[in-house]
Nanobody, 123 residues
Framework: QVQLVESGGGLVQAGESLRLSCTTS????????MAWFRQAPGKEREFVAA???????SYADSVKGRFTVSRDNAKDTAYLQMNSLQPEDTAVYYC?????????????????WGQGTQVTVSS
């Protein structure tokens, strides 16, 4: 079993930045694909970004160029650096993990989920 704990959410103004963290336990971190999803009020949960243990990444078009996903395998932690935040980025952000090699963008491919952290961007 893998436990994921997100942190770093908060309230910011448009144009500002936040960095989310996702700390894992229960399985060798380097074997996991780590991903970030988000869910805005009244909307379905959507893919944001994912990263392999070797550092290759995948991003949703809506965040490409503004968000950066990274990981520190020594600290069992994944990060999501979010720059130039906009009100439409307001959502609960979830960390997710799966074993294997694919940088999948669908929820059902991920076996483990964190509890989520709220990000609110005011205009």
């Amino acid at each position: 079993q893998v436990q994921l704990v997100e942190s770093g959410g908060g309230l910011v103004q448009a144009g500002e930045s936040l960095r989310l963290s996702c700390t894992t336990s229960g399985r060798t971190f380097s074997t996991l694909i780590m991903a970030w999803f988000r869910q805005a009020p009244g909307k379905e949960r959507e893919f944001v970004a994912a990263i392999r243990w070797i550092g290759s990444t995948s991003y949703a078009d809506s965040v490409k160029g503004r968000f950066t996903v990274s990981r520190d395998n020594a600290k069992d932690t994944a990060y999501l650096q979010m720059n130039s935040l906009q009100p439409e980025d307001t959502a609960v952000y979830y960390c997710a993990a799966r074993a294997g090699a694919g940088l999948y963008r669908t929820l059902r491919e991920y076996d483990y989920w964190g509890q989520g952290t709220q990000v609110t961007v005011s205009s």
